[in-house]
């Protein structure tokens, strides 16, 4: 039996926040955003748990299961494409406190569990200016925030189907894709193969301990890109 993709659930939510945590232990992001010697992966689960059942109500946010198995082998997370030139709605800003005041429960509950709160803003204000640049479709973008394939799954297609399952979404409505990776290689390889092309670097800088995140754009129907190397 073949991969399927599906919307989360609320019985994914442990699975899908296991494959993110082993997907992402290693990323450069994360290292830098969180002090691993006070990393609380409880804490870290229970944030994404939060986020996870945000995204069920608000975003895109896919499983990927083999056949019959409630094994999970991929996540992707994708916010949906909003209108820039629009205010929010008010079920947006609702959705949008009520995430936050969970956020605050979760802190006072686990503290904050190994996060760089200093850095977390850094990063917040480095991507808010990039896409002020980036973002010029003011019909909004597809915005992949996270997508993951277990270790062990990796290099089947899986990515492939997750990321189509919505690629397809935009291309038939004609909007463009946007994400960003934390690693030039070999995701940038990765992802223009679905045909996103970089677009800008954010650069996040702590008194010089910093990182580089790359911003790649997919235009509507865009089909394999060869890419540029992104700047040094
Ligand atoms: C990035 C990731 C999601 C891709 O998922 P995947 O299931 O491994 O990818 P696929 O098998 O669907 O391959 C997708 C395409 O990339 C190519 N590809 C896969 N691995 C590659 C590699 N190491 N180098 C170059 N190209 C590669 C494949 O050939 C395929 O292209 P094709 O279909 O045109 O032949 C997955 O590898 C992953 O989770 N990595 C770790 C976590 C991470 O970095 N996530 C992204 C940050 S948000």
Redesign the pocket.
């Known amino acids: 039996m073949g991969v399927r993709v599906t919307d989360l659930t609320e019985a994914d939510i442990p699975g899908a926040v296991s494959a993110i945590q082993e997907?992402?232990a290693d990323?450069p992001y994360n290292n830098w955003v969180f002090d691993k010697s006070k990393f609380n992966p409880q804490r870290n689960a229970a944030s994404l748990g939060i986020r996870c059942r945000w995204g069920i109500r608000n975003g895109i946010f896919q499983v990927a299961k083999e056949g019959g198995s409630h094994e999970i082998l991929?996540v992707a997370m994708w916010l949906k494409a909003q209108r820039t030139d629009q205010p929010i709605s008010w079920h947006d800003w609702f959705e949008g406190w009520r995430l936050w005041f969970n956020q605050v429960g979760m802190n006072l509950w686990y503290g904050r569990g190994g996060l760089i709160v200093k850095r977390y803003y850094i990063w917040k204000e480095a991507q808010a200016k990039v896409q002020s640049q980036v973002w010029t479709d003011p019909r909004g973008y597809y915005f992949?925030n996270?997508?993951?394939?277990v270790?062990g799954?990796?290099?089947?297609?899986?990515?492939?189907?997750m990321?189509r399952a919505v690629t397809d979404r935009a291309d038939a409505e004609g909007l463009p894709c946007y994400?960003?990776?934390?690693?030039d290689e070999?995701?940038m390889?990765?992802y223009g193969?679905?045909g996103f092309r970089f677009a800008a670097e954010l650069e996040c800088d702590d008194n010089g301990d910093a990182i580089r995140l790359f911003a790649m754009v997919r235009e509507p129907g865009a089909g394999?890109q060869s890419q540029p190397p992104p700047p040094n």
């Open positions: 997907a992402f990323d991929g992949l996270i997508m993951v394939v270790p799954a990796q290099g089947r297609g899986i990515g492939r189907q990321m994400l960003e990776s934390s690693r070999p995701n390889r990765i193969r679905f394999p």
